[in-house]
Nanobody
Framework: QVQLVESGGGLVQAGGSLKLTCTIS?????????ISWYRQAPGQGRDYVAR??????????DIADSVKGRFTISRDTANNTVDLLMTDLRPDDTAVYYC??????????????WGPGTQVTVSS
């Protein structure tokens, strides 16, 4: 099992910054291959924001083009957390932000875990 808990959301003015933290726990957390941030704006689908993949071999960070240059992903292996630092926030960044983890079971199947999400609201 893997448990994910997001924190750090809140209300911020446009141009401000927030740091979201995904805290990872569970008996299967050491086997996570990919850890990602997604967001879902009201009435919209869930969109990819950033991720680390190949965590067990050669961790590689990736940022979605839509937020590149403003958002950064980082991880703290000692505390088993993954942070999303968001700068120069805009009203259209308003969304619920979710942490997602994948555990690779076989070459064609994975276990998928989601956190409950944290609300980010950017006022203009």
């Amino acid at each position: 099992q893997v448990q994910l808990v997001e924190s750090g959301g809140g209300l911020v003015q446009a141009g401000g910054s927030l740091k979201l933290t995904c805290t990872i726990s569970g008996s299967n957390s050491a086997n996570i291959n990919r850890i990602s941030w997604y967001r879902q704006a009201p009435g919209q689908g869930r969109d990819y924001v950033a991720r680390y993949h190949a965590l067990r071999t050669n961790p590689i960070a990736d940022i979605a083009d839509s937020v590149k240059g403003r958002f950064t992903i980082s991880r703290d292996t000692a505390n088993n957390t993954v942070d999303l630092l968001m700068t120069d926030l805009r009203p259209d960044d308003t969304a619920v932000y979710y942490c997602h983890a994948e555990v690779k079971v076989t070459s064609i199947s994975v276990l998928s875990y989601w956190g409950p999400g944290t609300q980010v609201t950017v006022s203009s």
